[in-house]
């Protein structure tokens, strides 16, 4: 492909860019036995302030990864399991509630780190004119492919 040749967004160019960047997490949550969804309930928790229903964070989960609420809801009984989360007393007219541990936090805000540190590493010396438009463009895309997922949810 010759420099003029213009490169073409699509999902393809989309899913190889996220799993490039990704890779540098997935190697990291392997060291310590922490699973892509376990990290982004961390997250959603961490989000609320530490502090957030079950159903929040399930939500966040099943709207974001696009996974069903069995498989979100397993992910908070995990992290429950491991101790990184703590589940605490519902509040009057709410479900369930969990806080981060002191070892959630730890590695709510270790892996934080890290993507903050490989931030630098994958779109440092991009100009940010360009990181502008790709930030229009992708959240665009994001808006329809989630337009077009809930619109076609009852087909497959």
Not at 18 to 23: F, I, V
Not at 58 to 80: F, P, Q, Y
Not at 108 to 129: C, D, N
């Amino acid at each position: 492909m010759s420099s003029t040749t213009p490169i073409l967004l699509n999902s393809r160019l989309i899913g190889r860019a996220h799993y490039a960047a990704r890779a540098l997490l997935d190697r990291e949550l392997s060291r310590t036995g922490t699973t892509f969804h376990q990290s982004m309930a961390l997250n959603a928790t961490a989000a609320e302030g530490g502090t957030a229903g079950t159903s929040r964070i399930v939500e966040s989960l099943t709207s974001t990864l696009k996974i069903d609420g069995a498989t979100a809801r397993d992910t908070v009984a995990e992290l429950l399991a491991t101790e990184l989360l703590e589940p605490l007393e519902p509040l009057p007219g709410q479900g369930p509630r969990v806080a981060l541990t002191e070892a959630g936090r730890a590695e709510q805000s270790r892996l934080a780190a890290v993507a903050t540190e490989f931030g630098p590493l994958v779109y440092g010396g991009i100009p940010e004119a360009d990181l502008a438009v790709a930030g229009r463009v992708l959240t665009e895309v994001i808006a329809r492919a989630n337009a077009a997922y809930a619109r076609t949810a009852d087909r497959y």
